[in-house]
């Protein structure tokens, strides 16, 4: 090799650590952007978490993240705060979400097998108008359903945030389901089919195994859907012993009187753990994906 | 993959399905069935109890958080107690806006609570409705009306009917800290006119690090009490008993001017600090955490004031305009009231009475609504009170002496007018709109507001 082939050489090494440099100095730039970005969002949350551990006192006249004072006064005043401890008010909330949970589940998996999956007659009118469905804001559909739970005694029970439910009136899990279902090949049923298998061996042997990330999906989003709910659960459930978790936290407000902010944020920090747990638990099965699926 | 012997029907299929949402209801069911004993009857929750001497479950709300749910559910019982029948008051209760939207959802169904507290801001919106119980035929009978005058009933009167009365009024005032005011050689106790308070807010004015002259309270836009002062102070009324609007663009003009000035001198709270302390409550606000030597606020803000703050404060009575009406005081009442739809009106209106008239409620509750309405009852609850409590009462007793024209009744879309005074005197605050033309949007998004009138 000549000298200046073996110079040559030694430059572009040169040139290829430098852009390696370069590159991994920008990768370092990136990743602190994302980490001051990822900060900045989490402020609020921060904030949150650090009033809690402050006088009530101090709260506001010591906005930044740093007191002079740490106190646990306010999650013991919190806990005790309502005419129940806490964990009462959250068991109400586990109860209505593990209701809405397996009522999604079960309800909005047949309903989307029958759109996916089955011919009947107006399927594309029923389906637009279950579509439609997903349109209505809350506030439309609150009074004729408390007339109607009122009528039928269902006011101060779970009944009315469980029971719509289990009929697969969450549109938007149905039409997910839909989607995720007509993914699915139909050489898988058709194969179930010569073997025998009918309607239900299909929809339980093929279908629900194979669509567990969009049944993970429907039950992590119910369950945080259901657990941070207010209004309907402000509505159907007036006597304070039925309060749940987000209705009991605003007892602690008042507008024309006085406000336990800290107990409030330090009750607000427990109530958020569940869905910490749900999402750190429900992740890998949102992305343990459909690569499981038999025919490619 | 293993085999199953049995091969699911379309029938088991069915009934797996059935099955899992009855499970699910049934958890619903029984999870706290013992938790709320016959309130979950729906309809009325009485309907099924009345006339037959059986036991009674009543419902009640309040606005307020938990604290208060609690004085009032054994006030509640303490009424019970007096009665021959078998009555269980159940209690609710939520924030202010929570109450608000839950009142208009079982107004809408024909199933609001019993007996239940009421805004003044929507007595007339849920009187017209026919929601409410006339109380009219109760009045002097089983609601004694002697101890809180005409001017309660007034309070409560829409249209013909009578359909709510107030168990306590809250008023305005001046709040002024002591020792500020004497480090800037200001005597508190001179301050009758709003000139003396804008003067007062000026050599107050950074007489401490920091301490800003006066607190602006014109960005608040719930209620505009101290604004609805002024234009009645001007002779002139917020809304006409017609439902109307009844404030010139002169007079409104002339309180956004009289703030404008004092911000243009840099004495009053900067708008964003105003806006911050929104959020803070009573006990964050400027005079409470001692950031400003003077503030208007609710009369009755004083009694939780007071125990948060660091320094000496002072409660007076609001300022006037020298050339004003006499009769301008009023004093913004919480009203309790019935539902219409109630199975035991004569009950309703014995706990309305027992918690309007009774001393027992009244040395119960103290002043956790405001000042009671029932002169009897304030007077009874004296030697129970701290001084700045008694302040506070005295304060309320004092000026309900003053000669005093009626108040009208907020007709609906008031909480629009109240919300178009908060904007647009933000937008001056901000200096991004003129007095003037403030002024006339206000007038003109008000007149809209109330349909024209």
Not at chain 1, 261 to 277: C, V
């Amino acid at each position: 090799m000549t000298d200046a082939a073996r110079a040559d050489i030694v430059l572009m090494n040169a040139a290829r650590a430098a852009g390696r440099r370069r590159a991994s100095w920008r990768r370092f730039g990136k990743h602190v952007l994302l980490v001051l970005g990822g900060l900045l969002m989490l402020y609020p949350l921060l904030w949150m978490v650090a009033s809690s551990f402050k006088p009530e006192a101090l709260i506001f006249r010591e906005p930044g993240l740093l007191a002079s004072e740490f106190t646990t006064e306010n999650y013991a005043f919190g806990w005790d705060f309502l005419r129940r401890p806490f964990s009462w008010y959250i068991t109400n909330s586990l109860i209505v979400v593990a209701g809405a949970v397996i009522g999604n589940l079960v309800s909005c998996s047949l309903a989307a097998y029958g759109f996916a999956r089955l011919n009947f007659k107006f399927k594309n009118l029923w389906f637009a108008i279950m579509l439609m469905s997903i349109m209505l804001p809350i506030h439309v559909i609150i009074v004729p359903q408390y007339i109607l739970f009122s009528n039928i005694g269902w006011i101060n029970t779970f009944l009315p945030l469980i029971a719509p439910k289990v009929l697969a009136t969450d549109a938007f899990f149905v039409f997910l389901m839909v989607q995720f279902f007509r993914g699915i090949p139909r050489e898988l049923d058709e194969a179930a089919r010569i073997d025998g298998a009918g309607h239900p061996r299909i929809f339980f042997r093929i279908m629900l195994p194979l669509s567990v990330p969009a049944l993970a999906t429907t039950a992590i989003f119910t369950f945080i859907w259901t657990w941070n709910d207010f209004f309907s659960q402000l509505i159907f459930l007036t006597h304070p012993d039925m309060y749940t978790v987000p209705v009991a936290l605003r007892t602690f407000l008042d507008a024309t009187g006085q406000n336990h902010w800290g107990p409030m944020f330090a009750m607000s920090l427990i109530s958020l753990a569940p869905l910490f747990l749900i999402f750190l638990f429900g992740q890998r099965f949102l992305v343990k994906g459909i690569a499981t699926t038999g025919i490619k | 993959m293993t085999t199953h012997l049995i091969t699911p029907s379309r029938r088991t299929f069915l009934t797996a399905g059935v099955g899992a949402g009855a499970m699910a209801a049934m958890l619903a069911a029984c999870g706290r069935g013992d938790a709320a004993p016959n309130s979950g009857g729906g309809g009325t929750g009485t309907g099924d109890d009345g006339g037959g001497g059986g036991p009674i479950t009543m419902r009640t709300a309040l606005w307020g958080n938990a604290d208060r749910a609690q004085l009032y559910e054994e006030a509640a019982a303490m009424f019970a107690e007096t009665l021959e029948e078998d009555v269980t008051f159940d209690m609710s209760f939520a924030e202010l806006g929570p109450y608000l939207e839950r009142l208009a959802t079982t107004a809408a169904a024909n199933d609001l609570p019993d007996v239940f507290f009421m805004r003044d801001t929507h007595v007339g919106w849920y009187g017209q409705s026919g929601s409410l119980l006339d109380l009219t035929p109760y009045l002097g009978d089983i609601i004694q009306t002697d101890q809180i005058g005409d001017a309660a009933i007034g309070d409560g009167t829409v249209g013909e009917g009578v359909y709510a009365l107030p168990t306590h009024y809250v008023g305005q005032a001046l709040f002024y800290d002591v020792e500020m005011l004497q480090e800037a050689g200001i005597d508190g106790t001179a301050i009758t006119t709003w000139d003396d308070l804008a003067e007062a807010a000026r050599a107050a004015h950074g007489v401490r690090e920091g301490i800003v002259g006066l607190d602006d309270p014109t960005m608040d836009n719930a209620t505009q009490r101290f604004l609805e002062a002024y234009i009645r102070q001007a002779g002139e009324e917020v809304f006409t008993p017609e439902g109307g609007i009844g404030f010139s663009e002169d007079t409104i003009g002339s309180w956004l001017e009289f703030w404008h000035q004092l911000r243009s001198d840099g004495v009053l709270t900067p708008p964003d600090v105003s806006l911050e302390n929104d959020a803070a409550g009573v006990a964050g606000s400027m005079i409470a955490t001692n950031r400003c030597a003077l503030a208007l606020m609710s009369t009755n803000h004083y009694v939780q004031v007071l125990p948060v703050t660091q320094n000496e404060l002072a409660l007076a009575s609001l300022p006037v305009l020298p050339d004003g009406t006499e009769d301008w005081w009023f004093f913004p009442p919480i009203l309790i009231c019935a539902g219409a739809n109630t199975q035991h009106p004569e009950i309703a209106a014995g706990l309305i009475n027992f918690l309007v008239n009774d001393t027992a409620a009244g040395e119960h509750t103290l002043l956790n609504q405001g000042a009671p309405s029932s002169a009897a009852v304030r007077d009874a609850i004296l030697p129970l009170l701290d001084d700045g409590q008694r302040a506070f009462v005295e304060q309320i007793s004092r000026e309900q002496e003053y000669p005093r024209r009626p108040f009208p009744v907020r007709p609906e879309g008031s909480e629009e007018v109240n919300a178009s005074i908060g904007r647009n005197s933000t937008a001056v605050a901000y200096g991004q709109m003129s007095v003037s033309d403030a002024a006339s949007a206000i007038v003109a998004e008000s007149k809209a507001a109330m349909g024209g009138a």
